[in-house]
């Protein structure tokens, strides 16, 4: 493994801050680096975007990788290097990372981006076409985890599977049915506890209503506050009927809970 660079250190703060290096991801084939500052605002065909209001999330590949500082990881490909910096803040300080991307001049973007943000030291960049020629053979058996972004993945799963370590994990994202269909037919020849999940976004409303104005509604799903147990003159226990009820609904639901 690689020493640290103790002249630069790594943000492990959860949230965006005023000089922070922001990937911007305008859409699948469209991404562009922006310095946060405040007050500023990014201007593009969506509309106005404030730095003050920008969030990141990436945790659930985190989590499905289970990385933990050590750990070294492949990934494939490089691309704005987005992911390749949160990969390698959780393998960090002892961990690597080494990503590959068979585009030059995206690679050598990403160098200079993990420079200024100050991962350089446990990421190396490398430029192969892992489709056609999967990974390194230095790596065979050596990884405790494996991610792959790539157009046509099943190609590339054999030779990922191979550099896994034993109980090690391999994460292959895409966007189409099609693709996951055909990923998972390749797996299920090199790996076992093979599982897809969609990962959705979603803010639920949870509110507190009276009974009596709970509206009939599908989305809407209700949950019963605990009963009020009191005891009579005579010993009996008596419960109290609820006057409220806890509903849960999505925010974009359309729905009047008053």
């Known amino acids: 493994m690689l020493a640290m660079d103790t002249t630069k250190k790594l943000s492990f703060t959860k949230f965006i801050a005023n000089g922070d290096l922001v990937i911007v991801h305008e859409r699948h084939d469209a991404t562009k680096a922006v310095n946060v500052t405040d ?65 030059e001049q995206r690679a050598a973007s990403a160098r200079e981006d993990f420079e200024r943000t100050g991962v350089n030291s446990v990421v190396t960049v490398g430029v192969r076409d892992l489709q056609g020629l999967g990974f390194p053979d230095e790596f065979v058996g050596q990884a405790d985890a494996v991610f792959l972004d790539l157009r046509q993945p099943w190609f590339a799963i054999p030779s990922a599977a191979s550099t896994l370590k034993p109980d090690a994990t391999l994460c292959s994202f895409s966007p189409c049915i099609e693709q996951v269909q055909r990923s998972c037919e390749t797996l299920t020849e090199k790996l076992t506890d093979i599982r897809t999940f969609e990962v959705l976004l979603r803010t639920h409303e949870v509110r507190e209503v009276k009974t009596n104005t709970v509206p009939g509604h599908g989305n809407i799903s209700p949950m019963r506050l605990p009963r009020k147990r009191r005891q009579t003159t005579d010993g009996d226990i008596e419960q109290d009927e609820p006057s409220a009820v806890i509903l849960t609904k999505p925010s974009g639901d359309n729905l009047n809970l008053n």
């Open 39 to 103: 007050g500023s605002v990014l201007q593009n065909r969506f509309g106005v975007l404030k730095h003050s209001e920008w969030i990141k999330d990436i945790s659930f590949v985190i989590m499905c990788l289970e990385l933990v500082p050590g750990c070294l990881v492949l990934e494939s490909g490089t691309g704005s290097g987005s992911l390749t910096t949160s990969l390698a803040r959780a393998v960090a300080p002892t961990g690597h990372v080494h990503t590959f991307d068979f585009h």
